[in-house]
């Protein structure tokens, strides 16, 4: 084999060396990146505990008869789902700062 062709086999070894090194790269950054998503479900938070905590409240998450329900609890201990403390519909003005959305869930 000449030394032009000793050249192409080079650069062609090298080109696969560096497309191999890239998908390791990718694959190891996916890999982690699903070990991060999987860590307790939704990357995304709960908007209403967001919104709840934001606002200075304790969130804490009961379970119902409808299963696990996450609520607001309020400086006097009471407290509301946080979902209709999110959209503004608690029956408490007082920790009501959303006023535009129709109740769905009782407050206590």
């Known amino acids: 084999?000449?030394?032009?062709?000793?050249?192409k086999w080079g650069i062609m070894v090298?080109?696969?060396?560096?497309?191999?090194?890239?998908?390791i790269s990718l694959t190891l950054?996916?890999?982690n990146?699903?070990?991060?998503s999987n860590n307790g479900g939704s990357k995304i938070p709960d908007p209403s505990m967001t919104y709840c905590k934001d606002?200075?409240?304790?969130y804490k998450i009961k379970n119902t008869e409808i299963g696990e329900q996450g609520f607001c609890v309020f400086p006097d201990n009471s407290e509301c789902d946080s979902w209709s403390y999110f959209c503004g519909?608690?029956?408490d003005k007082r920790?009501?700062?959303k006023e535009y959305s129709t109740c769905q869930y009782a407050c206590g």
């Not at 084999?1 to 050249?7: A, C, E, P, V």
């Not at 090298?14 to 998908?23: F, G, K, N, S, Y």
């Open 1 to 7: 084999m000449n030394k032009k062709g000793q050249r």
């Open 14 to 23: 090298l080109i696969i060396i560096v497309l191999i090194a890239i998908l």
């Open 29 to 31: 950054l996916l890999i």
């Open 33 to 36: 990146y699903n070990k991060k």
């Open 55 to 58: 606002e200075g409240y304790t």
């Open 89 to 91: 519909c608690t029956d």
């Open 95 to 97: 920790y009501c700062s």
